[in-house]
């Protein structure tokens, strides 16, 4: 025996790895750097070997909805409380005494996440657009499953829960693609007003946009995410707003 370290084992390519390394891409250079070769470089593989583990493009940005979800998913089954209407043993679906702060803990961990990875919440609203319903990735269809169960559980007849069901997922996909876009135009910039690019906004065409462009460039964060659903669960019935 030579004595010599033997060389380090490359740790098994899978679909796992392969989409969280798209999603490291993402994260670090945004979503237009994102390409199967990028990918590749950062595994350290040949790109053609990516093939095994996505077919294309597109399903490389399907799987990074899916992988977002995923933290979703294990973000909730890490609560402290049940928030999918079902006993924490996994037994059938209980009562649940405050729907409200239930929907609160699943809108604020897909807020939470969408904080995580800004780059690719886009896609969280897109994607899903372009995929019949049934071939929506597990991890995405495991989120809607658990909040009809939640609905359903917490006392809610079919049309409420189809209601509420609805307009939660507009909300809070809908504030979170608002509140996380881009608005800053040059991070370098350190004149408010350039590093906003107001200088590009006509003053006599946009001049609401000019006053409140500083305050746009701020998040509203989780507390107005919150305020925007109870004031849209009141609209759809008692029992929702409880």
């Known amino acids: 025996m030579s004595g010599e370290p033997s060389a380090p084992r490359r740790e098994r390519l899978t679909r796992e790895r392969v989409l969280r390394a798209a999603l490291e891409v993402a994260d670090a250079e945004?979503?237009?750097?994102?390409?199967?070769?990028?990918?590749?470089?950062?595994?350290?593989?040949?790109?053609?070997?990516?093939?095994?583990?996505?077919?294309?493009?597109?399903?490389?940005?399907?799987?990074?909805?899916?992988?977002?979800?995923?933290?979703?998913?294990?973000?909730?089954?890490?609560?402290?409380?049940?928030?999918?209407?079902?006993?924490?043993?996994?037994?059938?679906?209980?009562?649940l005494p405050d729907l409200r702060d239930t929907l609160h803990g699943i809108a604020r961990e897909l807020y939470r996440v969408a904080v995580a990875h800004p780059n690719v919440v886009s896609l969280c609203a897109s994607r899903p657009l372009t995929v019949p319903l049934a071939r929506r990735p597990r991890a995405v269809l495991r989120v809607h499953e658990r909040l009809l169960t939640l609905l359903r559980a917490g006392g809610l007849d079919d049309a409420t829960a189809l209601r509420v069901y609805r307009a939660f997922l507009s909300w809070v996909l809908g504030y979170i693609v608002?509140?996380?876009?881009?608005?800053?135009?040059?991070?370098?910039?350190?004149?408010?007003?350039?590093?906003?690019?107001?200088?590009?906004?006509?003053?006599?065409?946009?001049?609401?946009?000019?006053?409140y462009g500083p305050a746009l460039a701020e998040r509203g964060g989780e507390e107005q995410l919150l305020a925007g659903l109870d004031a849209l669960l009141t609209t759809l019935g008692p029992e929702a707003g409880r």
């Not at 597109?58 to 979703?72: K, P």
């Not at 007003?193 to 946009?209: K, Q, T």
């Open 30 to 95: 945004g979503l237009a750097a994102l390409s199967m070769r990028r990918v590749a470089e950062r595994l350290g593989v040949e790109t053609m070997t990516l093939y095994r583990y996505t077919a294309s493009k597109d399903d490389l940005l399907d799987g990074l909805v899916e992988t977002l979800f995923l933290e979703v998913e294990e973000r909730l089954s890490k609560a402290p409380r049940a928030t999918d209407g079902t006993a924490a043993s996994g037994g059938p679906p209980v009562g």
């Open 178 to 211: 608002i509140d996380l876009r881009a608005v800053v135009d040059d991070p370098d910039e350190p004149d408010p007003a350039f590093r906003l690019g107001l200088h590009r906004l006509p003053a006599r065409d946009f001049p609401m946009l000019r006053a």
